[in-house]
């Protein structure tokens, strides 16, 4: 299995050894996917799910199920976008938060050409994009935490 290092880039005393943020995304997604199945293998081993009647299902619980599913994707996302900011060492760019060095959009959000490139190469667009997930996925997370508070279980 290739690593993705450069061995050109840590020869020196003080050289640091990089890797791609293409290949770091693809490795902690893929890790996070097969963890997720072997956990949830086990879950069913162990402790097997409760089985509801589906008359007893009511379209608020299936609506919630679909919210839900919704926020694990988002919360899987903005974890592959902070593999992009690992890899670029975008953290170090600002680090000031809300806001980047005063302003609420960096200036240089788009720098590269074609505009694209900015989404997974450009640092500073990495670190905005994944701090507007990060807020997103906390917000509708908490939403959803109130929400299944409210929400009655079936008998």
């Known amino acids: 299995v290739k690593s993705g290092l450069d061995h050109a880039n840590f020869e020196g005393p003080s050289d640091v050894p990089r890797v791609s943020q293409y290949r770091l995304a693809a ?9 997720s ?7 069913e081993i162990l402790r097997p799910a409760l089985q509801f009647d589906a008359k007893q299902l009511t379209p608020q619980i299936l609506k ?4 839900v599913i919704a926020g694990k994707g988002l919360a899987f996302f903005t974890l592959v976008s902070g593999a992009f900011v690992a890899g670029l ?7 000031s938060f809300p806001k980047f060095a005063d302003r609420w959009v960096p200036e240089d959000i788009l720098a590269f050409d074609p505009p ?3 989404v997974t190469e450009n640092p500073t667009t990495v670190q905005f994009n994944h ?7 906390l917000g509708f997370l ?8 409210r929400l009655p279980l079936p008998a």
Do not use: C, E, P
Request: a positive charge; proline letters at 0%; aromatic letters at 14%.
């Open 64 to 67: 919630f199920r679909k919210l």
């Open 131 to 137: 701090r507007i997930l990060g807020t997103t996925t």
């Open 89 to 95: 060492d975008a953290g170090l760019v600002y680090n």
């Open 37 to 43: 199945f072997l956990f949830w293998n086990a879950k």
């Open 142 to 149: 908490t939403a959803i935490a109130i929400q299944a508070q």
């Open 116 to 118: 694209i490139r900015n």
């Open 27 to 35: 490795h902690l997604s893929s890790a996070v996917v097969l963890y």
